[in-house]
């Protein structure tokens, strides 16, 4: 079909509850409307619970970004308790949120995005047969190699969360298990070990060889690794011009330590600006919810159970002054400052969203082996602090797909209001009341779809590179 509507959806591999509403004209797409269709209201459950609940019940909002949930969770707890977490806690509190990261973007590359180059759709293509032995579903060796490693990297959670996921090693005042000497020892060994896996069968070089990369062309010469393979594919394929974003990028910071953060926050639209997150709102116009466009500390999670014929999707529209921002690792990269991925902004597609994951891979190992070498056996890893019986808290994380912020009001010591706005909320948002699309939607614009595509691949492509995380999205 190409021409008239289609209705793309359920998306298989990570979470299929979610419809993206296509209309088609000569042969691309005119608009789009993405839906996501599954309310769970872990918002609501959060009312009138101790402030402490929080830590338990909203990891489970998602098992595959759960210490990011936990983190924002922890952090907002700590600003409404006025608690500055211990130093070394709140290293070690980084170095277990870094690994979760890097296991998402080696999980979505190997697992969620590359198989789709397998399709027979593909077959003519030179690249078709490596990318068959090494991506296809449940077989490729490049999927068996990054399960392997991934297991091997979170051997680290287990030592320092106790669990993945879920875990409840993360709280307000740092965290609950203190290294010792022998723990940093084998902190580090695991960080060999997978140091080794990306040099040998991600990167084809050393690490921080890719890390230096400074420009897009530089890039795109790169030739080892499946990350040479990927770059083969995405110059075949035109992934550079395909899904293009609007440029404006935000990110609230990740890894956050006594001596500032390990990638910078701050707003990106044609240059770096401060963030502002008192202009941060949720508009309801075209969502499934009822109320009106506020602050998320002013915000609550009413549904409309009549589901008004107006409104497409349970997500609300988050909005920065006004407009739509785009976030994930391209976002994080960018506003950094990273010569690599400010090249990449300027296409800003589906080339640079996941090339930026490869980016960030290669940075993050070099940032978590400086974490370990940085951890002192012997410190103060946990502060206590007390509750306050009113108080409002704001926790801000970076989770591998982007901007998390937990929004909470206490009063007579329970939980009077808790708001979460997570990545996909920010990037799978419907329309705005002025009609302004959400990311996603806007980049959505212009997609080829071939005659008798009923699930078009490009528009696979784009909505992939998005790394869409739907039960966060409509918590």
């Known amino acids: ?205 050393e690490v921080e060889a890719f890390a230096e990369l400074g420009s897009a062309g530089e890039l795109m010469r790169w030739a080892g690794g499946d990350a040479g393979l990927f770059l083969e594919i995405a110059a075949d394929t035109q992934l550079a011009g395909l899904g293009r974003g609007a440029g404006r990028y935000l990110s609230f910071g990740a890894y956050p330590l006594a001596g500032g953060y390990g990638f910078r926050p701050g707003v990106w639209e044609g240059g770096l600006k401060p963030l502002d997150t008192g202009a941060v709102i949720e508009d309801v116009s075209h969502a499934w919810m009822l109320g009106e466009a506020v602050h998320p500390l002013a915000g609550a999670t009413l549904p409309d159970e009549d589901m008004r014929e107006d409104a497409y999707s349970w997500c609300k529209a988050p909005r920065l002054s006004g407009l739509p921002m785009e976030t994930g690792a391209l976002a994080r990269q960018v506003v950094d400052g990273h010569p690599l991925a400010l090249d990449l902004a300027r296409q800003g597609g589906v080339l640079a969203r996941v090339a930026a994951r490869l980016l960030e891979i290669a940075r993050t190992q070099i940032l978590m082996e400086r974490l370990v070498a940085a951890i002192e056996p012997g410190a103060s890893f946990m502060v206590s602090g007390r509750l306050p019986q009113r108080a409002v808290g704001v926790g801000m994380v970076e989770a591998a797909r982007g901007a998390l912020g937990h929004w909470l009001r206490i009063e007579n010591g329970r939980i009077a209001g808790y708001q979460i706005i997570a990545p996909t909320t920010w990037n799978f948002s419907p329309r705005d009341a002025a009609g302004v699309p959400g990311p996603l939607e806007a980049a959505l614009v212009g997609t080829p779809v071939q005659e008798g595509e009923t699930t078009p691949v490009a528009v696979q492509h784009v909505v992939r590179s998005f790394d869409p995380c739907m039960v966060c999205t409509v918590h």
């Open 1 to 205: 079909m190409s021409e008239g509507r289609l209705i793309v959806g359920p998306f298989n591999r990570v979470e299929g509850d979610l419809e993206v509403h296509l209309d088609l004209a000569q042969g691309a797409v005119r608009s789009a409307r993405v839906n996501a269709p599954l309310y769970r209201g872990f918002e609501r459950m959060l009312e009138g619970k101790d402030p402490r609940d929080a830590l338990t019940i909203t990891p489970r909002i998602c098992g595959i970004c759960s210490i990011s949930q936990s983190a924002a969770a922890a952090r907002a707890l700590a600003d409404a308790m006025g608690l500055a977490p211990s130093p070394q806690g709140l290293l070690v509190a980084q170095l277990i949120h870094a690994v979760e990261n890097v296991s998402d973007h080696l999980t979505h590359f190997n697992l969620f995005f590359m198989p789709d180059f397998t399709r027979p759709a593909y077959a003519a293509r030179p690249w078709h047969g490596q990318a068959v032995s090494r991506f296809t579903a449940m077989e490729g060796s490049a999927q068996r190699a990054a399960v392997e490693a991934r297991a091997g990297l979170m051997h680290i959670l287990g030592m320092l969360a106790g669990k993945w996921p879920h875990t409840l090693a993360i709280q307000p005042g740092g965290v609950t298990r203190a290294p010792g000497p022998r723990d940093k020892v084998r902190l580090a060994t695991h960080l060999r070990a997978f140091r080794r896996y990306l040099e040998t069968v991600v990167f084809g070089a």
